[in-house]
């Protein structure tokens, strides 16, 4: 499993060094989008749990319901629990570990943007 | 013939002890807090003891058959850890230093013209904001370096912050507030360390925040945003933030500011809840 985690931990730190994280600005207008942009940012960023409500207090503009989709994705799927899931599970148990969260935590800040507006 | 088959486990176990001896020089080297929260030195010399134990036992035990794939990350994650250790500490401002065997414990509180205010570090503070507003009327000292960009010094505001290191430098993040300018930010230079007194206020609204710089382009942000040329800012040592949490909602109105020096140990690690603050 160690070549996964390892892999996936280098993704990160690629992404993290090369992508100029200012582009993601030009996402924050639209509510929908920006939940999406943000899931996006926390599986690629890979961040601590414990470190990401101040990466997502970083994102100042961006809505709450973005926000809390960032915070409560990055510690269930995120570039190196990937890689952990692909090795460790089959890859239909793997897909749901990354689908379901992915999809539930996307629809239930899209519903909370749409009543907080 | 045999002896070459031995060939591959032996490589692989070298590898695997040349991995746990770097963590365990890390740990000696006193370079560890560069990297990782000094609270997990122990997780790190146990996962070094194993792999040094894991990497004897597969020189001395394993079947020939070796997992080449694997053994090249290994290879190539041993080198990264080498590489990147010179990397790191080449350009970095940050001077390598061992952890000091014991922090002294120091006073919760601080008394200024008779005006008592409760050491914090901004992590802390932050922390009040968010789950305790009823405390924000308190006085606090917090420190940090100092943030100025032409849009704060048009705004009449800088930024007090530091870096903070939850878990790795991989997720390091700088925290800070802004502090209300009178006038007494002309005389910092961006990157010098403050002591700030005072007590939290509203933000006027609508204030922007300040961009701050983020892990690749803090040099180019410091360039830009560095002082007269007779009078050579210092570095920020924010090399490897991943981003800049700048509280939006309160300020710091100031009774004092006050040069300091660096603390031994200029990230923050440690936070708590309540009094005494780790300051």
């Known amino acids: 499993?160690?070549?996964?985690?390892?892999?996936?931990?280098?993704?990160?730190?690629?992404?993290?060094?090369?992508?100029?994280?200012?582009i993601l600005f030009h996402f924050e207008s639209n509510p929908f989008l920006s939940i999406g942009v943000m899931m996006l940012l926390a599986i690629l960023l890979s961040v601590c749990s414990e470190a990401d409500s101040f990466v997502a207090a970083s994102f100042w503009s961006f809505s709450q319901p973005a926000q809390l989709a960032?915070?409560?994705?990055?510690?269930?799927?995120?570039?190196?629990?990937?890689?952990?899931?692909?090795?460790?599970?089959?890859?239909?148990a793997a897909l749901t570990l990354i689908v379901v969260p992915i999809v539930i935590i996307y629809t239930l800040s899209a519903v909370i943007a749409s009543i907080v507006g | 013939v045999k002896n070459m088959h031995r060939t591959g486990p032996l490589l692989e176990g070298f590898v695997l002890v040349a991995l746990g001896l770097s963590m365990i020089a890390l740990i000696i080297s006193g370079n560890y807090w560069l990297y990782l929260n000094p609270k997990f030195e122990w997780v790190t010399a146990g996962a070094a003891c194993m792999l040094i134990l894991i990497g004897f036992l597969a020189a001395l035990w394993s079947?020939?058959?070796?997992?080449?794939?694997?053994?090249?990350?290994?290879?190539?994650?041993?080198?990264?850890?080498?590489?990147?250790?010179?990397?790191?500490?080449?350009?970095?401002?940050?001077?390598?230093?061992?952890?000091p065997v014991e922090m002294p414990e120091e006073e919760a509180r601080t008394v200024l013209n008779g005006s008592e205010y409760i050491r914090i570090n901004t992590v802390e503070l932050f922390g009040i904001c968010e789950e305790e507003p009823h405390k924000t009327g308190e006085r606090y000292t917090v420190r940090g370096i100092v943030l100025r960009t032409p849009q704060l010094d048009s705004a009449g505001q800088f930024v007090v912050a530091r870096l903070a290191v939850f878990c790795c430098l991989a997720d390091a993040v700088v925290v800070g507030f802004r502090v209300r300018d009178d006038g007494a930010a002309q005389?910092?230079?961006?990157?010098?360390?403050?002591?700030?007194y005072g007590k939290l206020e509203e933000a006027?609204?609508?204030?922007?925040?300040?961009?701050?710089?983020?892990?690749?382009?803090?040099?180019?942000?410091?360039?830009?945003?560095?002082?007269?040329?007779?009078?050579?800012?210092?570095?920020?040592?924010?090399k490897g933030a991943v981003a800049a949490a700048i509280h939006p909602r309160y300020i710091i109105a100031p009774d004092k500011v006050s040069i300091t020096e660096e603390p031994e140990l200029p990230f923050m690690f440690e936070f708590r809840g309540a009094e005494p603050y780790a300051f």
């Open chain 1, 1 to 22: 499993m160690s070549k996964y985690l390892i892999a996936g931990a280098f993704a990160a730190a690629l992404f993290k060094v090369f992508v100029p994280q200012d």
């Open chain 2, 204 to 238: 006027p609204s609508p204030t922007p925040l300040p961009e701050l710089p983020y892990v690749s382009d803090a040099g180019e942000w410091h360039d830009q945003h560095a002082q007269t040329p007779e009078s050579p800012p210092s570095e920020l040592p924010f």
């Open chain 2, 187 to 196: 005389e910092f230079q961006n990157g010098q360390w403050v002591q700030v």
């Open chain 1, 70 to 92: 960032f915070v409560s994705i990055g510690p269930m799927v995120d570039l190196k629990l990937i890689g952990a899931y692909g090795a460790t599970f089959r890859k239909r």
């Open chain 2, 63 to 99: 079947e020939n058959r070796v997992n080449r794939s694997g053994a090249a990350i290994l290879i190539a994650f041993l080198c990264y850890t080498i590489w990147g250790n010179t990397q790191v500490l080449q350009p970095s401002p940050l001077k390598p230093k061992p952890l």
